[in-house]
Nanobody, 128 residues
Framework: QLQLVESGGGLVQPGGSLRLSCAAS????????IGWFRQAPGKEREGVSC????????YYTDSVKGRFTISRDNAKNTVYLQMNSLTPEDTAVYYC?????????????????????WGQGTQVIVSS
């Protein structure tokens, strides 16, 4: 059974940083493309960043470009999302998700309903 577990969320002040981790169990992560999504109260789930199986291709939504970095360590079966210069608008529950086959990483990030496995989410709160 495919399982993903997010960690690393928490409360941080504006301008601060967090690193989220997405650990896989029950399957080999390098066979899957991975996306990070977030959902704030009253808003739709949004694709934040996606990464291809090899790590060669990445995508970021405009609001996080230059601040967030997605990476993966297939040997550790883990994908990371480094988040810097956080703002209150980044407050949300962050989820990672896995998908086996994709057209492009950008298209993948735009279609959260096509992912095969989801983590339970980790809360990020940016507040002073």
């Amino acid at each position: 059974q495919l399982q993903l577990v997010e960690s690393g969320g928490g409360l941080v002040q504006p301008g601060g940083s967090l690193r989220l981790s997405c650990a896989a169990s029950g399957f080999t992560l390098d066979a899957y493309n991975i996306g990070w999504f977030r959902q704030a109260p009253g808003k739709e789930r949004e694709g934040v960043s996606c990464i291809s199986r090899s790590g060669m291709n990445t995508y970021y939504t405009d609001s996080v470009k230059g601040r967030f970095t997605i990476s993966r360590d297939n040997a550790k079966n883990t994908v990371y999302l480094q988040m810097n210069s956080l703002t209150p608008e980044d407050t949300a529950v962050y989820y990672c998700a896995a998908r086996r086959f994709i057209p492009t990483v950008q298209a993948m990030c735009a279609m959260p309903y096509t992912f095969e496995a989801w983590g339970q989410g980790t809360q990020v709160i940016v507040s002073s």
